[in-house]
Nanobody, 119 residues
Framework: QVQLVESGGGLVQAGDSLRLSCAAS????????MGWFRQAPGKEREFVAA????????QYADSILGRFTISRDSAKNTVYLQMNSLKPEDTAEYFC????????????WGQGTQVTVSS
């Protein structure tokens, strides 16, 4: 079992930055892929970014490429999502998730943290 707890959301203005954190517990994350997803009201959940815990390889959605950066701190068992140049369309509930690298489905999910960007 992997428990995930997100934090760092809030209300900001367009152009501002935020850093989301996802603290993981329950087991070692070696071999896991950590992802960030978001869901805006009335829309489906969408992929934002992912990082391979062991190798550090990253993947990003086109909509946030160049503005968001995913990273991890092995010592703290924490994944971060640095969000710069925020836009109103980035407003959503942001979720952290984890999957074992050979399994396509994300099995573990956090409770989410709200990000609201005003224009």
């Amino acid at each position: 079992q992997v428990q995930l707890v997100e934090s760092g959301g809030g209300l900001v203005q367009a152009g501002d930055s935020l850093r989301l954190s996802c603290a993981a517990s329950g087991r070692t994350l070696s071999g896991y892929v950590m992802g960030w997803f978001r869901q805006a009201p009335g829309k489906e959940r969408e992929f934002v970014a992912a990082i391979n815990w062991s190798g550090g390889n990253t993947q990003y959605a086109d909509s946030i490429l160049g503005r968001f950066t995913i990273s991890r701190d092995s010592a703290k068992n924490t994944v971060y999502l640095q969000m710069n140049s925020l836009k109103p369309e980035d407003t959503a509930e942001y979720f952290c998730a984890a999957r074992f690298f050979i399994i396509n489905e994300y099995r573990y999910w956090g409770q989410g943290t709200q990000v609201t960007v005003s224009s």
